[in-house]
DNA sequence: CCGGGGATTATCT
DNA sequence: GATAATCCCCGGC
């Protein structure tokens, strides 16, 4: 297993980024505890011009501060008052591009991850969906900003094999308030994985 | 000092 | 697929 170099996340594409890191492993590390997942389903967010962005139009505030910060940056925001949301940043510094983290499937730690979320046995739900996978690996908003290359939240890759044919994609989930933006194929996913979150569109 | 946004989830049908 | 639950924190005044 192989740590993802900086320069993965230096790429200038974030839905190429989105798509290439489908098959990655996310893994956290706190109080000595390892938890991981492979990814199984992204979303790209693109800097200023996607009105789905918290960036749009390069809207930026302490909330959204972190999309701004240098390529391998974690980006973890608060939705509907309780749910984490995991985010790797890419591009350049003060590009806000981001992909978020939709989907993993557990690999180490389920036990820790089940106490975690209060959950009785390993199910779908235990990492589908962006505010379960978070939960499931300890990862909180105090997290934003940290640098993957360093800190305790980083993605690697392994001898897992992976063709474009099994990579789904579909329009984003829950952005229907960014109009025609909503529609664009920014969601990719592994074809078949019961941890994706919502029924593939087409 | 409020007002409200917000890239969700669980739990029904 | 519809709906209710849920709440912190930013930002504008």
Known sequence: ?????????????????????????????????????????????????????HSYN???????????????????????????MLNVVTNNEDVPDAILIRAIEPLEGIDEMLKRTGKKQLDNTLTRGPGNLAKALGIFKQHSGLKLMNSHINIYSDDFYITNDLIGSSKRIGVESAGPDSLLPYRFYLRGNKYVSARPVK
């Open 58 to 84: 390069g809207r930026r505030t302490a909330k959204n501060e972190h999309m701004y910060a240098a390529a391998g940056t974690a980006y973890v925001y608060i939705c509907y008052g309780m749910h984490q």
């Open 1 to 53: 297993m192989k740590k993802l170099p900086l320069s993965f996340y230096q790429q200038k594409d974030v839905v190429e980024i989105a798509r290439q890191l489908v098959g990655k492993i996310v893994l956290t590390n706190f109080d000595g505890l390892t938890t991981s997942g492979r990814i199984v389903e992204t979303e790209a967010y693109v800097a200023l011009i996607d009105k789905a962005s």
